[in-house]
């Protein structure tokens, strides 16, 4: 099995030895760094080179499950599609190793409690959507124009006095707004 490293640090002034000893320790053939990038974004050289480096039968290695990533739901998602290219994980400091039954387990349960997070987070928030209606709230986004700006619109519009893109400019908003809201807008 090919081991292939993964290093990641936030700031140029930071060092990848530590992380680098540890991979190679660890028996990686090879290791892809990032240097002052951060984790949150997940659109990095490194990571992007390593990912296509891995072949079916190989392992991701990293030193800590941070430096992959900050969001759980994110190194879930990152870690289940490399188990679909038939790609194991190991990540030193956490003890999570994909190619050993405890480490599937431990994986499974840490995707579980990421799965738990998102429903919770989801139930918060249609909880608070309703609550804001039952006050009186409006939620979403504001109409891009009145009732009676739609009507003038339309008339404006359908007698061809006035050009779509002349009307849309005149309630500063985009052509094609202006035509989905008329759209959507029945006729009185």
């Known amino acids: 099995m090919r081991q ?4 990641r640090v936030s700031t140029a002034d ?47 290695v990293v030193w800590r499950l941070d430096r992959l990533g900050r969001s ?14 038939q790609i194991e994980f190991r990540s030193l400091s956490e003890a999570i190793d994909t190619s050993s039954s405890g480490g599937r387990l431990l994986f499974h349960l840490l995707a579980a409690m990421a799965e738990f997070e998102r429903s919770l987070i989801s139930e918060r928030t249609k909880a608070g959507m309703s609550a804001a209606r039952a006050r009186g709230s409006q939620i979403g986004r504001r109409p891009a124009m009145s009732e ?18 002349a009307v849309a400019k005149r309630y500063n908003i985009h052509p094609r707004t202006l035509l989905r809201t008329l759209k959507s807008t029945p006729v009185h």
């Open 4 to 7: 292939i490293g993964y290093a």
């Open 14 to 60: 930071q060092n990848l030895a530590l992380q680098n000893a540890a991979l190679e320790a660890s028996g990686c053939s090879y290791i892809h760094a990032d240097q002052g990038i951060s984790g949150a974004d997940f659109e990095r050289p490194g990571l992007t080179a390593a990912l296509e480096d891995l072949r079916a039968g190989d392992m991701l």
């Open 72 to 85: 759980l739901i994110d190194l879930i998602r990152l870690v289940t599609e490399l188990g679909e290219r």
């Open 148 to 165: 009676e700006q739609r009507h003038e619109a339309r008339l404006a519009i359908e007698d061809g006095s006035v050009s779509v893109e």
